[in-house]
């Protein structure tokens, strides 16, 4: 009997494969069209690139992150009503106009309460902002990762000396009170503040890195990557 030529044998086998493999080929399910918002002041303007970053390195480049802060700004001015507010929410819808879900709110801020006094009710205010935030976007619901301010920092003599610092910080630990969707996180370990030039409070890119990071770790506890 005459041997088949090695290419009629090859020719065969992969046809053979094929018909084992009939059929449609397996569709895969679209990456989810999520948002994360980040919001507060000076820090978290310096910061959104980082979170940028980490947010595309865990959940792929299909979810927006939008960079909301406003620098120097104390949480009453973003209350509801206020310009910052509105311009937050406005960017957002815009994104919900394009199919994506609010996932979860990044909250960095309370330096400037810190350093100027501005309230004595900063954890209720805090709250007033993200509790209504959220209602305006469409997920009342949504997880929120914000920071407390971490170790007051050292600064040169002659500058305001962030006189309402650990009033800040403990209402910041207060905000979490009865709030199962809140996770703060605590810069202390991760602080280090840029003391050689003003407003002496802002994160150097080290520490920004350092913070976005564990932020997007405590993300994946709400938000599992599909």
């Known amino acids: 009997m005459k041997k088949l030529p090695n290419y009629l044998i090859a020719l065969v086998i ?8 009939d059929g449609p080929l397996p569709v895969r399910a679209a990456p989810p069209l999520w948002a994360f918002v980040v919001v ?31 620098n120097g700004s104390n949480i009453a001015s973003w209350q509801p009503g206020q310009p910052n507010y509105y311009s937050a929410v406005s960017q957002v819808q815009a994104a919900i106009a394009d199919g994506y879900t609010v996932k979860a709110v990044i ?14 009710n ?23 990762v914000y920071t407390q301010l971490g170790d007051k920092p050292v600064i040169p ?16 630990h207060e905000m979490r009170a009865n709030r ?24 150097t890119p080290a520490a920004q890195s350092l913070i976005a990071n564990q932020i997007v770790r405590a993300i994946q506890f709400f938000v599992p990557v599909p």
């Open 14 to 21: 992969v046809l053979a494969l094929l018909s084992a493999h």
């Open 40 to 70: 507060g002041q000076s820090n978290a303007v310096l910061m959104c690139p980082y979170l940028v970053d980490d947010i595309a390195a865990v959940y792929g480049t299909s979810p927006r992150t939008i960079c909301a802060g406003v």
């Open 107 to 120: 909250f960095n801020h309370g330096e400037n309460d810190a350093e100027f006094a501005s309230t004595t």
């Open 122 to 144: 900063y954890a209720a205010q805090a709250n007033t902002f993200l509790d209504a935030f959220r209602a305006a976007i469409g997920n009342q619901y949504a997880y929120v």
């Open 157 to 172: 003599a002659g500058f305001q000396n962030f006189v309402n610092w650990n009033v800040i910080r403990t209402a910041q």
């Open 180 to 203: 199962p969707t809140y996770f703060m996180i605590d810069k202390a370990p991760y602080d280090i503040y840029d003391t050689q030039s003003p407003p002496y409070a802002h994160d």
